[in-house]
């Protein structure tokens, strides 16, 4: 098969589908690789390392989507993209529709075959091509959140971690999945209080085995969130509903019980943001202020450490791209589950039923497509 791989154009996305190592091993099965021109040099990869294992480089992206069989990107296919993608093809990288009206028309129109990173699952239950983006995000929620925090920023002024004979600050963190695990790996590293909101008493008894007395475990059925509002310097929400909009948990009357300056770190901006007042932002202009409260919004934050985040995603997603490469996508999906829950549209129709909920189409089994 022809494998494309465009230049990301989303606003600061400096990622790319594939690494030359990935990019390898599929020449390696007998596939065509078609990389576009530059494309991974701001993550650190150079056309010459993609030319010197086989992959062809192409200067436009059209020619890309005209020749490829298959797409892989990082973040979801932009406006003029969409209008690129032709019936049939594979469009394979994060979709995230369940908060996206526009994109989700704009497939179904395509007649193309849409496969979402973020719904792929495991015999576990777990996301495992979300799951190393979270890593990320969450890692970066806490130091986003601790520089936001510098009166430069227009944030309280405060230290996150405090100095000698100074307290450092209060991190909530909603949701203990696994942006929240990495954001506590961060805050509680820099001496931060912590406290863990979550629903799962059984997931914050493995959190507390994980850190121990570091962290204050909260299930949320048990607990008036106004009071731990109301505690935070820094706010992190790392909610997820797999495919769905995340729910809106903090309101907006709840900003003004806040402390001047603090700061909120929305990682689900992505489906729509846990906090009412969450817009997405860009790394060029990360935070805006709604009642004395900074909040950072930024929806593609592994993009700003653009080299770690393709590697950990490739680690993740290039198993999956070798089955779809070598099988075809019927056979790849009808014989993995997991990999057949990413299928979010297929030629023309919604194959996942919280997106097909939340626009009010009509959901279609996903093995009856293929």
Same mark, same amino acid.
């Given at each position: 098969?022809?494998?494309?791989?465009?230049?990301?154009?989303?606003?600061?996305?400096?990622?790319?589908?594939?690494?030359p190592?990935?990019?390898?091993?599929?020449?390696?099965?007998?596939?065509?690789?078609?990389v576009?021109?530059?494309? #991974?040099?701001?993550?650190g990869?150079?056309n010459?390392?993609?030319?010197?294992?086989?992959?062809?480089?192409?200067?436009?992206?059209?020619?890309?989507?005209?020749?490829?069989?298959?797409?892989?990107?990082?973040?979801?296919p932009?406006?003029?993209?969409?209008?690129?993608?032709?019936?049939?093809?594979?469009?394979?990288?994060?979709? +995230?529709?369940?908060?996206?009206?526009?994109?989700t028309?704009?497939?179904?129109?395509?007649?193309?075959?849409?496969i979402?990173?973020? /719904?792929?699952?495991?015999?576990?239950?777990?996301?495992?091509?979300?799951?190393?983006?979270?890593?990320?995000?969450g890692?970066?929620?806490?130091?986003?959140?601790? +520089?936001?925090?510098?009166?430069?920023q227009?944030?309280?002024?405060?230290?996150?971690? #405090?100095?000698?004979?100074v307290?450092?600050?209060?991190?909530?963190?909603?949701?203990?999945?696994?942006v929240?695990?990495?954001?506590?790996?961060?805050? /509680?590293?820099?001496?931060?209080?912590?406290?863990i909101?979550?629903?799962?008493?059984?997931?914050?008894?493995?959190?507390?085995?994980m850190?121990?007395n570091?962290?204050i475990?909260?299930?949320?059925?048990?607990?008036?969130?106004?009071?731990?509002?109301?505690?935070?310097d820094?706010?992190i929400?790392?909610?997820?509903?797999?495919?769905?909009?995340?729910?809106?948990?903090?309101?907006?009357?709840?900003?003004?019980?806040?402390?001047?300056?603090?700061?909120?770190?929305?990682?689900?901006?992505?489906? #729509?943001?846990?906090?009412? /007042?969450?817009?997405?932002t860009?790394?060029?202009?990360? /935070?805006?202020?709604?009642?004395?409260?900074?909040?950072?919004?930024?929806?593609?934050?592994?993009?700003?450490?653009?080299?770690?985040?393709?590697?950990?995603?490739?680690?993740a997603?290039?198993?999956?791209?070798?089955s779809?490469?070598?099988?075809?996508?019927?056979?790849?999906?009808?014989?993995?589950?997991?990999?057949?829950?990413g299928?979010?549209?297929?030629?023309?129709?919604?194959?996942?039923?919280?997106?097909?909920?939340?626009?009010?189409?009509?959901?279609?089994?996903?093995?009856?497509?293929?």
């Amino acid at each position: 098969m022809k494998i494309g791989v465009p230049k990301e154009i989303k606003p600061q996305e400096n990622r790319i589908g594939l690494t030359p190592d990935s990019v390898k091993t599929l020449i390696s099965e007998g596939h065509e690789v078609l990389v576009e021109d530059n494309g #991974g040099f701001e993550a650190g990869f150079e056309n010459d390392h993609y030319k010197s294992i086989g992959a062809k480089i192409i200067n436009k992206a059209e020619d890309i989507f005209n020749d490829a069989d298959i797409i892989v990107k990082v973040k979801e296919p932009q406006s003029s993209e969409v209008k690129m993608i032709r019936e049939n093809q594979i469009v394979y990288t994060y979709l +995230h529709l369940a908060a996206a009206k526009e994109l989700t028309e704009g497939l179904i129109k395509s007649k193309s075959v849409c496969i979402a990173y973020e /719904t792929v699952t495991d015999d576990n239950g777990r996301l495992p091509l979300l799951a190393p983006m979270s890593a990320v995000a969450g890692r970066m929620s806490v130091q986003a959140g601790a +520089h936001c925090l510098e009166k430069n920023q227009k944030g309280r002024g405060l230290l996150l971690g #405090g100095a000698p004979g100074v307290e450092g600050g209060t991190v909530v963190i909603l949701g203990g999945g696994v942006v929240g695990e990495n954001a506590a790996i961060i805050a /509680t590293g820099m001496r931060a209080k912590v406290h863990i909101v979550d629903k799962s008493e059984v997931r914050l008894k493995q959190l507390v085995e994980m850190f121990g007395n570091k962290i204050i475990p909260q299930q949320s059925d048990k607990i008036d969130l106004n009071n731990l509002v109301k505690e935070a310097d820094l706010l992190i929400g790392g909610v997820l509903i797999p495919g769905a909009e995340a729910p809106k948990l903090v309101t907006k009357n709840m900003l003004k019980i806040m402390k001047r300056g603090s700061v909120i770190v929305d990682v689900a901006i992505d489906q #729509g943001g846990c906090v009412e /007042t969450s817009k997405p932002t860009t790394h060029g202009d990360p /935070t805006y202020i709604i009642d004395d409260v900074v909040h950072y919004c930024v929806a593609n934050m592994p993009g700003g450490v653009p080299r770690t985040s393709t590697i950990a995603l490739n680690n993740a997603t290039l198993p999956f791209l070798v089955s779809l490469a070598n099988k075809g996508y019927q056979k790849a999906l009808s014989e993995n589950k997991h990999f057949l829950a990413g299928l979010n549209v297929c030629k023309g129709q919604v194959t996942y039923k919280a997106v097909a909920d939340v626009f009010g189409y009509e959901y279609v089994n996903p093995l009856k497509t293929l």
